[in-house]
């Protein structure tokens, strides 16, 4: 039977994670990991729990890998509680950190075709009652009214009942990520000029998180994020 050293080895080598990336991920700090993990210490379930989900496994009731928001709201938290110095190095393994939540594996996405700028979907969505909150490069940038990203993220109350959206083919111009809105997403986003938008650091999180060209292309704001308040 793998032991809580063998488990915490085995899911930061399933996700390339250093010790450091996980402990900003976990909140955990990286001298308890390397503890745990030389069979030092034995954490409680609690902890181990709280590992596991930075990394996005679960372990209820073997260890399970779930792809969920967890892994971004921990970094978020981790960030949170940075001090003068600690914002740009944490910032810093955003993209380490996106790689563990990534926008197509997450419960719930639906890929749709986007035939209109995202400020007009983001309005049909609205008069359906799917209280839309924007994400991605939009969010980051603070403005939904054009649609700037590769892959826009929308956050709705039911991918699946989402009406007047085909779902995405190879010959849709541009492809949109529809995910169900979580109590993490509900945390950390606020009204802009009457839209919804997830924080600027979720926000750049989720387009590190997503497909093809759009990580590439969003490397480079990172810079903008190491010195901001949260």
Do not use: H
């Not at 309005?123 to 994400?135: D, F, I, K, M, Y």
């Not at 009406?163 to 995910?179: H, N, V, Y």
């Not at 509900?186 to 839209?195: I, K, L, Q």
């Amino acid at each position: 039977m793998v032991g809580a050293s063998g488990v915490i080895a085995r899911v930061r080598s399933a996700r390339q994670l250093t010790m450091n990336a996980l402990a900003d991920a976990s909140g955990v700090p990286v001298s308890t990991i390397s503890r745990i993990e030389s069979g030092k210490v034995e954490p409680t379930w609690a902890m181990m729990c709280r590992l596991v989900a930075a990394a996005g496994f679960s372990l209820e009731p073997t260890l399970t890998e779930t792809t969920t928001d967890e892994p971004l709201a921990g970094v978020l938290r981790r960030l949170d509680d940075a001090g003068p110095g600690g914002r740009e190095r944490i910032v810093r393994r955003f993209p380490a950190v996106a790689r563990l939540a990534q926008v197509a594996r997450r419960p719930g996405a639906r890929r749709v075709g986007l035939r209109t700028p995202l400020g007009e979907a983001v309005t049909r969505l609205a008069l359906q009652g799917q209280s839309p909150v924007v994400s991605s490069l939009e969010a980051f940038l603070r403005d939904a009214s054009q649609t700037r990203s590769f892959t826009p993220v929308v956050y709705v109350n039911d991918p699946d009942t989402v009406e007047g959206f085909a779902d995405a083919t190879p010959m849709s111009p541009t492809i949109a990520f529809l995910l169900p809105t979580t109590d993490n997403v509900r945390f950390w986003f606020d009204d802009v000029d009457g839209v919804a938008m997830t924080s600027r650091e979720w926000a750049l999180l989720d387009s590190l998180a997503s497909p093809g060209r759009q990580p590439d292309a969003t490397m480079y704001l990172l810079d903008e994020l190491t010195t901001e308040p949260v």
